[in-house]
């Protein structure tokens, strides 16, 4: 059994700044490809920021200045630093990770962690 959990979110002040972590456990043989995705109240969930297996990064362009994504093989988990935040920013944020288990390689969603940012 894989589960994927996201943590870090929280009520920051405008202009601050969030660590978000998501951390895979259970039954790991590797961890593939992690996007962060995030969704706003009356909005479509859409991707953030992406880490290939090897480090490469992609970002939203709304973002690409202030968000950094990061992982950590050896902890199984994927990082996104959050700077300059705006109010915009304000969303659950979720993780979607590519996870090799005993079965093979599947897809899991953790259950998101919330961002809010007063002005």
């Known amino acids: 059994q894989v589960q994927l959990a996201e943590s870090g979110g929280g009520l920051v002040q405008f202009g601050g700044s969030l660590r978000l972590s998501c951390a895979a456990s259970?039954?790991?043989?590797?961890?593939?490809?992690v996007t962060w995705y995030r969704q706003a109240p009356g909005n479509k969930r859409e991707v953030v920021a992406r880490i290939t297996t090897d480090g490469t990064t992609e970002y939203a362009v709304p973002v690409k200045d202030r968000f950094t994504i990061s992982r950590d093989n050896a902890k199984n988990s994927v990082y996104l630093q959050i700077d300059s935040l705006k109010p915009e920013d304000t969303a659950v944020y979720y993780c979607n990770a590519n996870v090799r288990g005993p079965a093979g390689w599947f897809t899991y969603w953790g259950q998101g962690t919330q961002v809010t940012v007063s002005s």
């Open positions: 259970g039954s790991i043989a590797g961890l593939g490809t």
